[in-house]
């Protein structure tokens, strides 16, 4: 078990690209449905603005990030800001490994959902395991 | 010769913390797409807190507008620390106070109600995209910090 049985997600939600907004609607659905008891969500934006105690969870509890496209813009400001990389998905390659392409940025669509629903259930079959220490 | 196209850059929070977040976001959605899609474009926040150059360097060179959810104001915050001061700012919860009686919650899907709210947010964006635009301040600034 990790310390006290939680895992940290940091979703990139990048605004310029549709897979941005599947990354955001994942983590939403593994904090709000899936795993809700067992996961703390970090948002970007007020971790680098040095904003509340996300920066001490960074770095006290595994963190799984969740990158929309190749800059993996989350996972470079984890590492940056020392945290504790445990997992990592790349939503541009679970497009392409269940060839699910969302419509748009504002409107995920059908296909878009289903690429979310799929990562979302990803994330937390990942957040399982570093809870159970494998 | 090459027709320059003024623009403004729209920064927004990406706020998974709070309903105004997305508020934000879907707002800014509205702008780029619907409202003034040949004026703006969209700077995408974590890029540019990461170290995007070329989201850095127009946010240095042209006007910009940062959309925030809550008054931690953190696009507001990254786009001073890293390009300077933007044209304007937007706070969701500075709007929200107009409607006292109402309250945003969901942080995911939005409700009819939520909707026509984030349309508002929108229309403040699009003011100021144009304020921006007639006063003619989208132009490639001089070194100005």
């Not at chain 2, 696009?75 to 969701?92: I, N």
């Amino acid at each position: 078990m990790t310390e006290i049985g939680k895992v940290v997600v940091v979703a990139c939600a990048g605004m310029d690209k549709p897979l941005g907004s599947v990354a955001r609607a994942s983590v939403f659905k593994v904090v709000e449905e899936l795993r809700p008891e067992r996961v703390e969500l970090v948002c970007l934006p007020p971790l680098l603005a040095g904003v509340g105690f996300y920066a001490e969870l960074i770095k006290s509890l595994p963190v799984i990030t969740v990158d929309g496209c190749v800059e993996r813009c989350a996972t470079k400001l984890i590492v940056k800001n020392g945290g504790r990389i445990r997992g990592r998905i790349l939503v541009l390659d679970s497009a392409k490994k269940h060839n699910l392409v969302p419509e748009s940025g504002s409107h995920l669509g059908p296909t878009g959902e289903k690429l979310a629903e799929t990562i979302a259930e990803e994330i937390a079959s990942e957040v399982d395991k570093l809870i159970q220490g494998r | 010769m090459a027709v320059f196209k003024e623009r403004v850059g729209i920064v927004s929070c990406s706020g998974e913390e709070i309903p105004e977040g997305t508020i934000s976001r879907i707002a800014t959605r509205l702008v780029l797409e619907k409202l003034r899609p040949d004026e703006t474009i969209t700077i995408c926040l974590p890029l540019f807190l990461a170290g995007g150059e070329g989201e850095r360097t127009f946010a240095r060179l042209f006007n910009t507008i940062t959309v925030d959810g809550c008054e931690k104001r953190c696009a507001e915050m990254g786009t001073k620390k890293y390009s300077g001061k933007p044209y304007a700012t937007v706070t969701v919860t500075d709007i929200l106070k107009e409607f006292p009686d109402f309250c945003l919650e969901s942080r995911d899907e939005l409700s009819p109600e939520e909707c026509k709210f984030a349309e508002k947010v929108a229309e403040e964006i699009a003011k100021k995209v144009d304020e921006a635009l007639d006063r003619g301040k989208t132009q490639i600034r001089s070194g100005e910090s």
